[in-house]
């Protein structure tokens, strides 16, 4: 069995190897949030192994004309792919014909070309004061996105509404970043225990070594991690209540703009979000978080002492703007302030990406919550 | 509104005129005012009343199965009596799908506007988008939750949905369902604080014929929707 984990980054393969590979379709998952193959191959001894090939998801394969049902058990294939860091037969998929050199999709090439201004290989600037922990680290830090390009059908564009209190609507973020704040730069202000957890989680992230994260065991990423997510977003709005629903993992944050009556709430990862206008400005307030927070790829942690504040406005071209500010005593000397904005993107189709579904191979599940 | 930003798409006008729907007009919506007072604002927290998880048809018969799918019903029946639920598979945290997810004990928000009524499950965090007209494109690929399109008919919303995966069932007691689940709703708000949802099921790999079952939704007050982690409170067997 293939330590298939259902939700990853592609950290997990060397983007500098590739390797070939012939043989027949045992099985095609089409899937979010990657999508799934089985390659049954015959080496020379005449021993049958088996290949866990990854790409990404079905929105990103769709305008390459993927569909569900483009490869069937029994396909004779040729693959090239970018093989596991951890010698697990498998890999990430660059290239797939059938075994007559037609394409599948139609496109030669897999994944799309990178968008090299937004790509990972950027390093990390040293940042003006950095904990002594994180000296040797810094330099092995890459700020870069991980935004997947937009996918748009083809129809008539549906125009913003003109109404700058009116956010209602679909859009596609212009920024999602693999560790925060995302500038070159700069870096989180942490403190001993800040730099200390961080140090961890990263070390083993860049080492490729699976962690139990909120995402691989298919938990939700919380509200921060949300709005640096690289994929559509539905705003949907009434005059008590603005809700920011999240394509990627079905994660909904909810915005009160009325009081709300006393209940019970349990810390989540999305926290508690209470928020007014100032003028066209919505000030969002947000507490109430759960402990174990991973903020981005590299495990930026974050406690239930966590304190977001956002001003978020709508720009003349009706895209979002949100100035995001947050606070967390347990791990960090002071609040850190960024940025992120979201294009008016009505023409994205909106995937339906169950983690859940994907999950077979997921290390058994912790109740207690990942580990810190 | 301007008429710069009037979209050249004609929008399905709701002939019920409703204060909330006046901003219908193609574009993305204004800031649509709470009407509690108008029949066609289903906006609020909600509640299935008393279905348990289980799908009731109107006139109380069992569903109209074809051979074969009353065969997997009794093996769902039996297996379920020996405390076997593998045929399950919320309980490997696949989503429920239509219609169960709207008989589940979990509370669910609406949210509308005139391009999209939105349903968020506190279950799962799953979501339901109903697209009103073509501002939002539809999604080829099949889905748990199905690919849901709606009009005004008066004061009722019809929902048509498709495009569903297999391998979910309709309800706990095991209901199948093939690809081909047609499920058409009509939503109405009968009081303030009552939902009737009308469902007319159609699949011919798995009934003789459309059946009809309903489920009513009570109005929450004060509830607020909680996050819920499927993998937290499931046990994940393959």
Redesign the interface.
Known sequence: MHEAQAHHSFAAFDETKSVELSGTVADFR?TNPHIWIDILVTDAAGNVEQWGIESGP?SQL?PQGW??DILKPGDKVHASLHPRKDGVKGGSLITLTLSDGTPVGNRRNFPPPRDEKNSPEQPVVQSNSIHPLLKELVPKLRFGTYRQPAV??A??P??????P??L???YFPNEATILLPGDPGRMLPYNDAGAAVFLSRANDYIAAKPRLEPLV????GGAIRAMNQGFPV?V??????I?F?FME????R?I?LKP??P?Q??P???G?SFGHWEGNALHVETTGFRDGGWMDEYGDPSSAKLHLSEVITKRAD?SLQDDLTLEDPTYYTGPTSFRRTWQ?S???????V?C??N??D?P??D?A?SKP | ??L??A???RVRKAPWPAIILLSAC?????????DHTSPTDL?GVWLAEGSNDVLTSIDGSSPPFTVDAARLYQQHRLAQQAGDTRWDSTQ????PGVPRIMLIQKPL?I???S??V?M?FQY????R?IYLN????E???????GTSRGHWEGPVLVVDSSNFKGGTVLDSTGIPHGAKLRLTERIQRRDPDTLSVKMTITDEETFMHPWQAQVALKRQ???????D????RE??H?
Not at chain 1, 236 to 241: I, L, M, N, P
Not at chain 2, 134 to 137: E, F, K, M, T, V
Not at chain 2, 229 to 232: A, G, K, N, R, S
């Open positions: 089409y079905p769709r569909t569900a748009a059908a129809k008539t549906l125009p913003p509404s003109a109404d209190r009116s209602a609507g679909r065991l298919c938990k939700p539905q949907t709005q009434t005059s008590e209540q809700n629903i993992d079905h994660l909904v909810r009160h709300v009556q209940q709430i349990e989540s990862t999305m508690q009706g008016w009505p023409n994205s189709i909106w995937d339906e169950i859940e579904e999950n077979h997921a058994p599940v109740p919550g | 509104m301007s710069l930003h979209s050249p798409r193609g574009q993305g919506g204004n800031v649509p005012a709470i906006s490997r945290c696949i989503p928000e949210a509308q506007d391009n999209l939105s968020t799962q965090r799953l979501v988008f073509d501002a939002y494109p999604n080829p690929d099949a889905s748990f939750m007050h004060g509830v607020q929707v909680q996050e982690v499927c993998v937290e046990r994940i393959p």
